[in-house]
C-alpha cells in the first residue's frame, strides 16, 4: 500500500496563492485515479478534485476555476495548485488514492496539510 505524505499548506491572505504537495512512497505510475480532499472544522471531510492516469480532472464547484491538479509520475507526486484563495477554503486538506469503480478513497488518511486563509 502506497504511503502518502501531504506538505505546503501555510497562512495565506485572501486572494492569495499556495502548492500543496503530496510525495508517495512508491511509484504512482500504476495509480489510476487520486485525489485531494479537505476537512474544515465541524464539517466532513470532501472531495476537491481529483485526476486520472489519463490526466483526466474533476473539480467540485467550489473550486473549480481557481484550483488546479496535476500529476508528475517521474517524482511519484500529485500537485494542488490553489489560486484565489477564500477564507472558506480554509482546512485541513489530505491526499489519497481513489478506487476506479466506486470513486471513494482507499487506505487511510495521512497526517494532511493545514490551510488557512486569513480575509
Known amino acids: 500500500q502506497v504511503q502518502l505524505v501531504e506538505s505546503g499548506g501555510g497562512l495565506v491572505q485572501a486572494g492569495g496563492s499556495l502548492r500543496l504537495s503530496c510525495a508517495a512512497s512508491?511509484?504512482?505510475?500504476?495509480?489510476?485515479?487520486m485525489g485531494w480532499y479537505r476537512q474544515a472544522p465541524g464539517k466532513e471531510r470532501e472531495l476537491v478534485a481529483r485526476?486520472?492516469?489519463?490526466?483526466?480532472?474533476y473539480y467540485a464547484d467550489s473550486v473549480k476555476g481557481r484550483f488546479t491538479i496535476s500529476r508528475d509520475n517521474a517524482k511519484n507526486t500529485l500537485y494542488l495548485q490553489m489560486n484565489s484563495l477564500k477564507p472558506e477554503d480554509t482546512a485541513m486538506y489530505y491526499c489519497a488514492t481513489i478506487h476506479l469503480l466506486t470513486m471513494r478513497p482507499l487506505g487511510s488518511w495521512g497526517q494532511g496539510t493545514q490551510v488557512t486563509v486569513s480575509s
Open positions: 485526476i486520472s492516469g489519463g490526466g483526466s480532472t
Open positions: 512508491r511509484s504512482i505510475f500504476s495509480i489510476n485515479v
